[in-house]
């Protein structure tokens, strides 16, 4: 009896000890976007290699890029890739053409991920589709205004406001007060010359990006619920004209032709009063070894309320070599202790549990603003189609900037958008 | 026109041709030794004291080396392959006239098609064949889709060389391919050198190919410089340092080049 | 019997020695190029999308005529015959010039060669990218130098206008030297007797560049300019990293349009039609430039 009890507990003992190398000599591959959350994440790596025995390998490319690069693998039995990360234009397609795989199981039996830790609207974003969930959110870049606190502190500034307006200079609250303000800001200040607004005219990706600001704000959108297009609406119109107005007389002139760059450098260099941008550009605005407005700067949300949402989620291909693994790999990247270190380090959070962790708000005391900010942010459009119609919009919209008439730039787009909308099956009549 | 005179005017407008190509490039070396702050400072400080941080972060980051090695075993090897091939081929078009007019037109048309949608059926075969991220797997479709190029512009410098001398060879007894290999190859080297040459560079700069059918292993420099645009704005400094370091070995290579082209030359003329 | 051969046989020979020589390039060629091109003229009669890849219909010309309605379509096609017509020439131009005075005898030749290879080893992507750096309308290098000589800044990228000419400028600065290394290499391959004759006739430098020169240099001209008109049409990184064919749609070359419609649309089969359209449009342009070229020999 004895013999037999000690050949059960060796038996048991063994079972777990090769269970616990299940994974190991194993190898699974990513493809990663050269952001500073993805160096983050690499040096974390050899703690994930020595826990589970998985090497982890990150293929770096640039985002544009990665959409291209993905279509072939994506649509092949299987890729290269065990695991992806899904930029928000793009959660609507993969789903859509059925290349992801459904993570809900997954999450049921790993106890580490707690999903109500996500914030809703990340979740809506890069999380669910349909009702399924098929991403895990990874990394946001919800937009909102940054904009010089030595210039709105000025009293020599405030008064002159205060006499031209009637009214005290102040964060503007919605979109024709942004503009008004940046038309004002537009001027010679110590010495330098000052532009109310850094935009980014460039299309499709920039122009797009920006305005959908100026379009949430205003209570404007690109399609209703039964997927037609209201984008030539009052609002959107609206939107379009004061975009144009800014972009004319509260901004640089080479504005039209600015991508995210070359609007960020304004800005860095002193420049700009303000920046509709991602969130996390502030501490690179206030980092000394990257901007001459450093302690210069704040943040706060949209004027209008309601800023441009974006960010990436984790997926699992259906052409994984190894979904298992992957799954291991993403689970522990998103497992709170891994995530707050990540946010620690510099990381772009999406869940609430890391945004309120007091070691991660002591370090960066505007965090709480920013979980609002994420919280409160729209993104564009998920579906098939949505990277053209970005393109469409994008079209049109510079095409506005350059003279062409609002109202018919929206039209032409709004045909456009219907056709998509049809194409991918989702209008209703 | 005295010689003098025309020699004066020739080194001024090679002069000025090469510092409208030397200026970029040197702002661009610049770039890669200035900290962040200074990049795009306007004015620009002239004086700053310059870091090698950014070519560190090329070679740990980005592992640049690596991409560099991969461009060139394979640039090197495509060209190598189809100096040969286009030769031979040339050849036959020209003196053959093998096919007519419609067989040289239909290789020349390869190369109007934009490649973009001959890139999924490329990675079709290459995953059927298993050639995904393996350096052999990109050579061959440079050396295919380069070959029709190559062949072209060999045909031109082909056609100045003088049928006489070939008959001359073949009634002292060479076989056709001796006729090529002692007559035709050394005088048309300057062509054959500037094709090859061509196709190099044609390898080392192509992008979309490289990008859908490497991976890490195989990856060339095209596609990590691209992968320095991010949505965190450009990294100046590394994209800038490896900027220099894909040309550096270029331009030492360029000399060695000139020296072979003139020895070439210079073989031909003992004919 | 010997040295009698009829001369069937020494033309079939001779045709026999053509396809030996031409076969290991045609089989290169076959084994990666054909299949691509058959699997995209195929799917450009079909319904071949990345959402849906099966060949299961067929629709003949739709993918073809489909996008004759869409203005930007035409918009492109303009675009991309205005950006090559103005690329083209210039490059010959400035490339002949400078490959003419590198190929006298003068002293630093193999520094000036060097040079002029430094651009053509710069990805496009690189060099799109640090242009737009220079051209930065507030913070780059470029306006701040005009400003030094009183000049106004120009908005390089901003205005649909320039931009246009902007993008011919970079493509000029990043590919003459294509034309010159072409071209010097003609210069330097052609025989000297019929200069050193020339000269002892009492000829002009112009009498003996028109007379003798350019004549010799045809093939190489011919070949040079047909090359790089073809790639001309086929212009897609430098605008997609300068100006995603914007502002506006003033730089929209036909490439981008492709690119959209295989990325965005995720319409493989529109795409493939696309392409064989703009491969028919420059087949013809070219192969009637060619004869062109030939003819005024």
Same mark, same amino acid.
């Given at each position: 009896m004895k013999r037999f009890t000690s050949l059960i507990v060796a038996g048991l003992v063994g079972l777990t000890l090769v269970s616990g190398t299940a994974f190991a000599g194993r190898e699974i591959k990513l493809l990663m976007e050269a952001v500073p959350d993805t160096f983050i994440i690499k040096d974390l790596l050899p703690e994930f290699e020595k826990e589970t025995g998985i090497k982890v390998k990150f293929e770096i490319v640039n985002y544009a890029q990665m959409h291209a690069k993905l279509l072939p693998q994506l649509i092949s039995s299987e890729g290269s890739y065990d695991a992806i990360v899904v930029d928000n234009y793009w959660a609507g397609e993969f789903p859509a053409a059925g290349w992801l795989v459904p993570l809900d199981e997954y999450v049921e039996k790993t106890p580490a991920i707690d999903i109500s830790a996500y914030l809703p609207s990340m979740l809506d974003m890069v999380g669910y589709w349909r009702g399924k969930l098929y991403m895990l959110p990874f990394y946001n870049y919800a937009m909102s205004l940054i904009y010089r606190t030595d210039m709105m502190e000025d009293p020599e500034l405030q008064a002159e406001y205060q006499a031209q307006y009637g009214e005290p200079l102040s964060i503007s609250r919605s979109v024709e007060d942004y503009v008004k303000l940046c038309k004002f800001m537009t001027r010679e200040y110590k010495g330098k010359k000052i532009y109310g607004s850094s935009m980014q005219g460039l299309k499709p990706d920039p122009i797009v990006m920006e305005w959908s600001n100026y379009l949430f704000s205003l209570g404007g959108d690109y399609y209703n619920e039964k997927w037609h297009p209201i984008i030539n609406n009052e609002a959107g119109v609206k939107a379009v004209k004061l975009y144009g107005e800014n972009i004319a007389k509260?901004? /640089? /002139?080479?504005s039209p032709g600015y991508g995210f760059d070359e609007a960020y450098h304004m800005v860095a260099e002193g420049n700009a009063f303000s920046y509709i941008t991602y969130n996390w550009m502030l501490p690179e605005l206030n980092d000394v070894e990257k901007s001459k407005v450093a302690g210069k700067v704040d943040i706060e949300p949209m004027p209008g309320g309601i800023g441009l949402n974006g960010g990436w989620g984790w997926a699992i291909p259906? *052409? *994984? /070599?190894?979904k298992e693994a992957a799954w291991k790999f993403i689970s522990w990247v998103e497992s709170f202790p891994i995530a707050k270190r990540r946010a620690l380090i510099g990381g772009s959070p999406t869940r609430y549990d890391v945004f309120t962790s007091y070691d991660v708000v002591k370090k960066y005391p505007w965090y709480p603003k920013v979980m609002w900010i994420v919280g409160t942010a729209k993104p564009v459009p998920e579906f098939l189609y949505s990277t053209q119609m970005i393109e469409v919009v994008g079209r049109e919209l510079s095409l506005a900037v350059g003279g062409k008439d609002p109202q018919a730039a929206m039209d032409d787009a709004t045909k456009e958008l219907e056709e998509l909308a049809k194409r991918a099956g989702l209008y209703v009549k | 026109m005295k010689k003098k005179t025309l020699d004066i005017i020739t080194y001024f407008v090679l002069t000025l041709f090469s510092l409208g190509i030397l200026l970029p490039i040197l702002w661009i070396f610049r770039t890669s030794l200035a900290p962040r702050l200074i990049s795009y400072k306007i004015p620009p400080d002239w004086l700053f004291r310059p870091t090698f941080s950014n070519y560190l972060d090329l070679a740990?980051?980005?592992?640049?080396l690596k991409y560099l090695s991969n461009s060139f075993f394979i640039a090197g090897s495509a060209t190598l392959i189809i100096i040969p091939l286009a030769s031979l081929a040339a050849y036959s078009f020209i003196r053959f006239r093998t096919g007519g007019e419609s067989l040289r037109w239909a290789i020349l048309g390869t190369q109007m098609l934009p490649p973009i949608v001959l890139a999924l059926p490329l990675f079709v075969i290459f995953k059927y064949l298993n050639l995904i991220d393996r350096h052999l797997g990109l050579t061959l479709v440079y050396t295919s889709f380069n070959l029709p190029l190559a062949i072209w512009i060999l045909m031109g410098f082909f056609e100045d060389i003088p049928v006489e001398l070939e008959e001359a060879a073949l009634i002292d007894g060479a076989s056709p391919l001796q006729t090529f290999a002692r007559i035709v190859f050394p005088l048309g080297a300057p062509g054959i050198m500037a094709t090859g040459i061509l196709n190099f560079i044609l390898c080392w700069n192509e992008f979309l190919f490289a990008l859908i059918l490497t991976g890490d292993k195989s990856g060339t420099v095209p596609v990590i410089l691209a992968a320095m645009q991010t949505e965190r704005g450009v990294m100046w400094g590394v994209l800038a340092s490896g900027t220099i370091l894909a040309i550096a070995p270029m331009v030492l290579i360029s000399f060695f080049v000139r020296k072979y082209l003139v020895r070439g030359l210079t073989f031909g003329a003992l004919k | 019997m010997q040295g009698e051969i009829s001369i069937q046989s020494w033309k079939k020979y001779r045709r026999q020695i053509g396809y030996t020589f031409i076969t290991p390039a045609l089989i290169v060629l076959l084994s990666f190029i054909l299949y691509p091109l058959l699997f995209a003229f195929i799917m450009s009669f079909s319904t071949y999308t990345f959402v849906h890849p099966q060949f299961d219909r067929f629709v003949g010309l739709k993918n073809y005529t489909s996008s004759f309605h869409d203005k930007y379509f035409w918009n492109s096609l303009l675009v991309t015959f205005k950006f090559s017509a103005l690329v083209v020439p210039l490059e010959f131009c400035l490339g002949l010039t400078i490959a003419l005075f590198l190929n006298?005898?003068?002293?630093?030749k193999n520094i000036f060669y060097a040079i002029v290879i430094i651009p053509l080893v710069m990805s496009p992507v690189a060099v799109g990218l640090i242009w737009r750096m220079f051209l930065?309308?507030?913070?780059?290098i470029a306006n701040y130098l005009l400003s030094m000589i009183k000049l106004p800044p120009v908005n390089w990228l901003g205005s649909p206008k320039v931009a246009f000419f902007t993008v011919i400028m970079v493509d000029i600065w990043h590919q003459v030297s294509f034309m010159i290394l072409l071209l010097l290499s003609g210069l330097m391959s052609l025989p000297k007797e019929p200069f050193e004759a020339a000269t002892v006739d009492g000829a002009t430098r112009i009498q003996q560049f028109v007379y003798i020169t350019l004549p010799l240099l045809e093939p190489v001209i011919a070949v040079a300019l047909l090359i790089r008109t073809i790639f001309a049409f086929r212009t897609f990184d430098l605008i997609y990293v300068m100006t995603r064919g914007g502002p506006g749609v003033s730089t929209d070359v036909f490439s981008y349009y492709i690119y959209r419609a295989t990325f965005m649309g995720l319409n493989l089969a529109e795409a493939s039609a696309l392409s064989y359209i703009l491969l028919i449009i420059v087949m013809v342009f070219v192969m009637f430039l060619f004869r062109i070229i030939r003819r005024a020999q």
């Open positions: 509260g901004a /640089p /002139p080479g259906n *052409s *994984s /070599p190894d | 740990e980051m980005y592992e640049f | 006298r005898e003068i002293k630093f930065h309308p507030e913070l780059g």
